[in-house]
């Protein structure tokens, strides 16, 4: 090849390269113009935030006997009117003596029912597995949700099964020695150790917990419907008897008092009654509620809100003042940010009898889309409004959208520019 051709065509390759780089260059400077964000699937749940205070039906039980408790039921726990909650022993050493001897009968009474129910054959390998697995996740799941009362008793029972496991699979034969063993020692323990010199009974039905505030008497649960914003501003915390023995709750309904702002009492009051109460410091779940009362003493004044519960576990039976999340809605949409809407006309084509087109023009709220270079405003029906983004709803119910038309998923929503319109070409 004749070296001055080679040197035009590449000067001519360059050349067209450098071209292309300016174009390049000048269209990516022009698209920088007009930023651009994909509109992508989220859910949001509107949340107001609050600090509270629990008021339960609380019911101290006193303890008039001389002596050393052991409780006979754990927190948290179920009981009847005129149920024994704790028996009385002269001193600690009779009374840590029974609560041993009482832990060993429980595993004893386990390992005999394993082994009579597996050597029958009522239990299948399948079951005994499903067993293992579903305790093991309520344990996890208690853990999670800090229901800590429950995990010993959770662990004892996984235990059981694993026990019933190893039998089936014939990795044990039996356990006759372990029984034995145990009787032994129950034996022993209840031989050496006092007996009781009394008990300890609840008058009451519900749940107990040892658990005391000195707040069990600051709230009257039976005239919660008089309890003012005023009241839960400052209360009156009271000391907690020597002679109380813990308390038993005992209406499983129970209400969540807090204060609110103007705003947010009048998101409530017009807001259906269900709702759900995230209490983070004792639970990790959102607890299920109703709107019990919305109290406002000024038309523009903060309110005092109740929330009536019937959902119980430990931590809940602790709670006193919690922060508090009220959970209004959980909304699905597309995400806009709110840089992005404007407000424009759209158009809408109908037709008469004859076929013959009419167009009606509106000016409605949307935002601007890119598809390749052309624009195209779209308008939007928001379900959810934050500082900085919507929520908007991508299927409309029939009505809602003047021309029925709207964004659809990962549109490339223009989120800044000047001069935009409908049908702007970028070039």
């Not at 051709?5 to 269209?27: G, N």
């Not at 694993?162 to 129950?186: C, H, M, P, V, W």
Request: proline share 2%.
């Amino acid at each position: 090849m004749d070296k001055l051709l080679f040197k035009r065509i590449l000067v001519a390759a360059l050349t067209l390269l450098a071209i292309i780089y300016v174009a390049y260059l000048l269209i990516s400077a022009n698209f920088d113009m007009y930023p651009t964000e994909n509109a992508v699937q989220a859910t949001v749940t509107d949340r107001i935030s609050s600090d509270a205070f629990i008021i339960r039906d609380e019911n101290l039980i006193e303890n008039s006997a001389k002596g050393v408790l052991s409780y006979s039921v754990a927190n948290g726990e179920a009981v009847n009117a005129d149920g024994e909650i704790a028996k009385v022993y002269a001193n600690a050493e009779d009374a840590l003596s029974h609560t041993k001897a009482e832990s060993l009968q429980k595993k004893k009474e386990s390992l005999e029912y394993i082994q009579k129910n597996t050597i029958s054959g009522t239990m299948s390998i399948d079951i005994i597995n499903n067993n293992i697995k579903n305790k093991l996740i309520n344990y996890l799941d208690d853990i999670n949700n800090g229901n800590l009362g429950k995990t010993s008793s959770d662990a004892d029972t996984l235990l059981s099964y694993i026990n019933q496991r190893q039998l089936y699979t014939g990795k044990i034969t039996d356990f006759s020695s372990e029984i034995a063993s145990l009787s032994e020692q129950i034996s022993t323990l209840n031989s050496s150790a006092g007996s009781s010199i009394g008990s300890i009974k609840t008058p009451k039905a519900g749940y107990f917990t040892e658990f005391c505030d000195g707040y069990e008497k600051t709230f009257s649960y039976d005239d919660i419907d008089k309890l003012t914003l005023d009241d839960i501003k400052d209360p009156k915390k009271g000391s907690i008897p020597d002679n109380i023995a813990g308390k038993v709750i005992g209406n499983v309904k129970w209400y969540v008092a807090c204060e609110v702002n103007s705003d947010q009492a009048a998101s409530l009051n017009i807001w259906d009654s269900a709702v759900t109460v995230l209490l983070s410091e004792a639970s990790s779940e959102a607890i299920p509620a109703e709107i019990y009362r919305v109290s406002q003493a000024e038309k523009d004044g903060n309110a005092l809100v109740i929330l009536r519960c019937d959902y119980m576990n430990d931590g809940i039976l602790e709670a006193r003042h919690e922060p508090i999340e009220i959970g209004m809605g959980t909304y699905t949409g597309l995400r806009v940010s709110k840089r992005a809407i404007h407000d424009d006309f759209v158009t809408k084509t109908t037709y008469d009898d004859n076929d013959n087109p009419h167009k009606e023009e509106k000016k409605v709220q949307g935002v601007y889309v890119l598809y390749g270079s052309e624009v195209q405003f779209k308008q939007i029906s928001i379900l959810y409004a934050d500082e900085d983004y919507v929520i908007c709803d991508p299927n409309p119910e029939e009505g809602v959208l003047f021309n029925g038309t709207t964004i659809s998923l990962y549109d490339k929503v223009i989120v800044k520019g000047d001069d935009l319109y409908d049908g702007k070409v970028i070039h």
